[in-house]
Every structure is written in C-alpha cells, then in structure tokens.
C-alpha cells in the first residue's frame, strides 16, 4: 500500500516556463493527502527557493528532500544535513579562481555566485529562479556548503571531480551541474524522511523528470517518469505518463488506482 509520494519538483511537479503546478497535479494531491497519503519533494532547490514560494501555491507539503537529498526537514524542523568535504571544497575554490566559471553557492542559509554570465542567466530564466547575489570567493574555504551548481561543460565538470574524491556530480542541462556528498543524494535524503515516519520503500511511490532522479526510481515500490522526463530515466520507470503540462502527475495516479 502506498503510504507516500517523493516528488522531483522543476519540470515533475512544477512547470515551466510558466512556474506553476498544475490546477490537474494539485487535485491529484488533494485527494490522495485526504486517503492519509504523505507528499514530500525530492528536489535540487534550496529551502531558501521553497519556502513560502509561489511556485508550490496551493499545495501541501509534508517534508523535504532538499539540495539533492542534502538538507531533509519537516517545516522548521531539520531532520538531516550532510555538507560538502572542506578538502574538496578547497579543491574546488583553487581550480574556479585559475579557471573561472559561474557557480551558485548553497549554504544552509544562503544562495549565492561568483559572477553572472548570459548563459547563468539563461538558466535561472528557465526554471523561474531569481538571480541571486553574487559574492567573491575570499575566505570560503570553511564554509559548509551542501551543493554547488557549477555553470561548466561535462569535460570540466569530470575534471573537477578527479580532484575532489568526496564529492559527487551530476549534470542536468548543457552546462548546468549539481555537485553534492558523494555519500548523499536523493536517496538518501528520503530513507531519512522515511525513517522519520517509519516507512518503507514497499510504501513508496516517486516521480521524476531528470538523471538525477534515477537512483529514487530504482528504489520506489512503484516509479513514475514523465512524459518530458529524460530517455534514460524512462528505462527504469514502471510507467511512462504524460507530460507535466498535459496532466501527467494526475494521470499516473488514476492508472495506479490511487485517485478516482
């Protein structure tokens, strides 16, 4: 029996260019939290982004895997955190100030870059993010930062990661990169929610549009890819549904029998 429901946000849940959620998604949430179902978002976005945002406007939420599975919380409360290797972190800093490039910055209480460029620019555009504050990279050495979102091709992105052994990568767009703990992710986000509320996978249901949705997929009891979601993400979905602007989210639940 399904007992929860993990979704990615940008592109899952909410749509672009437009920055809505679906009137069809929220009614599918609505009935499905009135059957006692818990909600949670998987996402790459900061707390900062979710938290009173008109994106998630008439929808419940019941907890959060935020940045990737690196910031887990229910409301004010922070159930877990796992911050980036100081060591790779330094790594990091020494290759962007020989070779720059921009970067979003994610810290606990903060979102920051280095600098802004067109394509940056382009990209926060598209997924109705504000462009945030920019900050020079003196004396970051000991911040904790949970994810880093390095605006570079998957050459650069490869060679970075050489060079920070605790640190993961995943690429989500031409140059758009999320770099988190190797020992985190989004799995790992949830199995703390999950243990939180003393659930199982066996009780999950998930939905996701991006590669770094994969592991969550694999993991749900059962797994959802959306119609616009990325061809090696549908491989490993029990079910393809349609598109997030074309009821994707509320028809995968009527074809799992989950709302009328």
């Not at 921009?102 to 993010?129: H, Q």
């Not at 004396?139 to 605006?151: S, W």
């Not at 690429?171 to 659930?199: C, F, R, S």
């Not at 590669?211 to 029990?238: C, F, R, T």
């Amino acid at each position: 029996m399904i007992k929860a429901i993990f979704f990615d946000m940008d592109g899952t849940l909410v749509a672009h260019p437009e920055g809505v959620v679906p009137e069809s998604a929220k009614e599918a949430l609505r009935q499905v939290r009135k059957k006692g179902v818990k909600i949670f978002l998987a996402t790459g976005r900061h707390k900062l982004e979710m938290d009173g945002s008109p994106l998630l406007q008439g929808v419940e939420i019941d907890g959060f895997a935020a940045l990737n599975g690196q910031y887990c919380y229910l409301g004010d409360e922070v159930i877990w955190k796992k911050c980036l290797d100081h060591n790779d972190m330094a790594c990091f800093l020494d290759f962007l100030r020989k070779e720059p490039f921009p970067c979003i910055f994610e810290e606990e209480t903060a979102i920051y870059g280095n600098f802004l460029d067109e394509k940056l620019k382009l990209i926060m555009e598209s997924v109705s993010i504000e462009i945030p504050e920019f900050r020079s990279l003196d004396g970051l050495e000991d911040h904790d930062f949970y994810q880093l979102i390095p605006i570079c091709d998957e050459d650069t992105l490869a060679t970075l990661l050489k060079k920070m052994p605790h640190t993961a990568g995943a690429n989500w767009g031409k140059y758009t990169n999320d770099m988190i703990p190797k020992a985190g992710g989004k799995v790992v986000g949830i199995e703390k929610l999950l243990a939180h509320y003393d659930l199982t996978w066996d009780e999950v249901m998930a939905f996701g549009d991006g590669l770094n949705d994969v592991e969550m997929l694999k993991a749900a009891k059962i797994s959802v890819a959306m119609g616009n979601g990325h061809p090696k993400l549908k491989e490993q979905a029990d079910y393809v549904t349609a598109d997030v602007h074309e009821d994707g989210v509320y028809l995968a639940m009527q074809y799992f029998g989950l709302i009328g």
